[in-house]
């Protein structure tokens, strides 16, 4: 592995970011309007009585720590998709450049985006609702990085599908994420859903990082059983989804790279 064909890629989608409005969108403009939103029905909710003074630290909260999922899968799976509206995936991999260096470089572009993204939304809620993101603490830095372990899982394995069978499943690179979110209680508890909604909460990692969030916002129990089992599962998911993704970018491979542009 060369790490200056990883750097070679990163530079070439960061150039692309710098001139891709959809790009810078999806950096800025969302994650506005959704702190705008929630931020705002958070207040509302106060206003008419909630009795949760945690409330708008516990929906921002969960609305950043959400964008760590997102971003992080979402490199993965668009970087992939822009190789192959460029018609470029063809030329990629017949020069030296390998796949785990390609994933290298999505993975760290991906770091790099979110780490911007992560910043801006923070200091956007502070701004607007004097709501601080970093309230959980020194737990933070394992919540980070459960979801991040998520959203890379969930990137192979959208990325496998999206390698299968073309872009005609596309929709999955910004859509396939969101299949996590009704059962991982990223805005509410996991006991207020259907008993088989809650059993299936149960083998989601991100199910385990908001109901520990939420546990260190309202001071009710160090999250340590809830990180382990969730670190557990990405590990576990993450393993596999990589073993999916590279038997059928392979497979792909000996079919021929050309169909999927």
């Known amino acids: 592995m060369k790490w200056h064909r990883v750097w070679a890629i990163v530079i070439r989608h960061l150039y692309n970011f710098r001139h891709s409005w959809d790009r810078i969108a999806d950096a800025f403009y969302w994650p506005t309007m959704d702190i705008f939103l929630w931020g705002l029905t958070s207040r509302y909710m106060i206003e008419q009585g909630g009795s949760l003074p945690t409330l708008a630290v ?46 290298i470089a999505v993975v760290g572009l991906g770091l790099i985006k979110m780490a911007v993204t992560l910043g801006f939304a923070s200091g956007l809620a ?41 872009t005609r499943v596309q929709t999955l690179a910004w859509a396939g994420v969101y299949i996590l979110a009704p059962f991982s209680g990223i805005f509410y508890p996991i006991a207020i859903l259907p008993e088989w909604a809650q059993n299936l909460s149960k083998v989601l990692p991100t ?43 392979n497979k792909r491979k000996e079919r021929g790279l050309a169909q999927l542009e």
Do not use: C, H
Request: charged share 10%; proline share 2%.
């Open 207 to 249: 199910s385990y990082v908001f109901e520990g969030m939420r546990k260190v916002l309202m001071r009710e129990a160090w999250p340590i059983r809830d990180l382990i089992t969730s670190f557990g599962l990405n590990l576990v998911y993450l393993v596999l989804a990589t073993w999916l993704f590279v038997s059928l970018f």
């Open 58 to 103: 516990i929906l921002l909260s969960g609305l950043v720590y959400w964008q760590i999922v997102w971003r992080s899968q979402y490199e993965i799976t668009t970087n992939l998709l822009e190789e192959m509206w460029s018609r470029n995936l063809v030329n990629l991999f017949a020069t030296p450049i390998k796949l785990i260096e390609w994933v």
């Open 126 to 166: 502070w701004l607007l609702y004097a709501v601080n993101i970093y309230a959980t603490g020194v737990w933070f830095v394992p919540f980070l990085a459960s979801l991040l372990m998520t959203g890379w899982w969930v990137g192979f394995v959208v990325s496998g599908i999206i390698v299968r069978f073309g």
